[in-house]
Nanobody, 124 residues
Framework: QVQLVESGGGLVQAGGSLRLSCAAS????????VGWFRQAPGKEREFVAA???????IYGDSAEDRFAISRDNAKNTAWLQMSNLKPEDTAVYYC??????????????????WGQGTQVTVSP
């Protein structure tokens, strides 16, 4: 059974930092791309960042230069380090995996496995 479990969300003041974790099980984590997305109330799910199985990365516009994605295949875990957070970063953050390909993607529907999400709230 495939499981992706996010953690590390919470309430932080503007300018602060958070590190989100995505722990994976039930899949060959070391060979698949992992993405981070976010969804704010009333908005569509938005691409944040993705990392390939060998560490290549792509970022969405929302990440700017404030976010960094990383992974440790030995630990079946990916992270999203978020710095200089802004109130507009408030959203539920999801990690996702593409099991059928090694290619990264910015499109949510191209990911077949999702975590339950972790809430990030940034106060002014």
């Amino acid at each position: 059974q495939v499981q992706l479990v996010e953690s590390g969300g919470g309430l932080v003041q503007a300018g602060g930092s958070l590190r989100l974790s995505c722990a994976a099980s039930g899949l060959t984590f070391s060979r698949i791309p992992v993405g981070w997305f976010r969804q704010a109330p009333g908005k569509e799910r938005e691409f944040v960042a993705a990392i390939s199985w060998i560490g290549g990365v792509i970022y969405g516009d929302s990440a700017e230069d404030r976010f960094a994605i990383s992974r440790d295949n030995a630990k079946n875990t990916a992270w999203l380090q978020m710095s200089n957070l802004k109130p507009e970063d408030t959203a539920v953050y999801y990690c996702a995996a593409r099991r059928a390909t090694t290619a990264m993607s910015r499109i949510p529907t191209e990911y077949d496995s999702w975590g339950q999400g972790t809430q990030v709230t940034v106060s002014p």
